[in-house]
């Protein structure tokens, strides 16, 4: 299906349905990616040209709209998830969300999307399946907490503490 076509089937698609299925596009050609930036996502709407031209708020939902994992503001999607460095990724289940998320879509209706693209919504639920480390796309603190745990996991704090400074003056 050419562009126009596209355009044609479906004048009133819905940008974060638009941003879904550029985020799916870059997942199921890059299957070894696990996140993708903002500027890609948005440069791989901007070619799909599901909508005729690149609207603006493809952007902005790119950083927020759709992004599970940050405060709604307005948008309440949880279609994206960011990752490290603010990278995005497709949300999975199991992936945490701001809380005022509880309720929002994840991925579009097939009736909203042009035909061209139902293939992803079944590509999805299989991709979803793949389990993917459970610490990915936490923040990197926590993470860093967690792996330093075995340095001092099993002490008492504060003996831990006085055994470092031993010898400090």
Not at 84 to 100: M, T
């Amino acid at each position: 299906m050419t562009p126009e076509n596209l355009v044609a089937s479906t004048p009133a698609i819905k940008v974060a349905d638009e941003v879904w299925i550029a985020a799916a596009l870059m997942h199921r050609e890059n299957p070894t990616e696990l996140d993708f930036s903002i500027e890609e996502i948005v440069s791989r709407a901007k070619k799909e040209n599901i909508a005729g031209d690149l609207r603006p708020g493809v952007y902005v939902h790119v950083v927020q709209h759709c992004v599970a994992n940050r405060p709604p503001n307005p948008g309440r999607y949880r279609m994206l998830f960011e990752t490290e460095h603010g990278r995005r990724r497709l949300f999975r289940n199991g992936d945490a969300y701001d809380p005022k998320r509880e309720d929002a879509k994840i991925v579009p209706s097939k009736a909203a999307i042009p035909e061209a693209y139902w293939p992803l919504l079944d590509w999805y639920q299989e991709w979803t399946k793949n389990p993917i480390s459970p610490h990915k796309g936490e923040h990197p603190l926590i993470r860093a907490a967690r792996i330093g745990r075995s340095v001092w996991e099993g002490q008492d704090p504060d003996e831990y503490v006085r055994q470092l400074r031993e010898g400090w003056e």
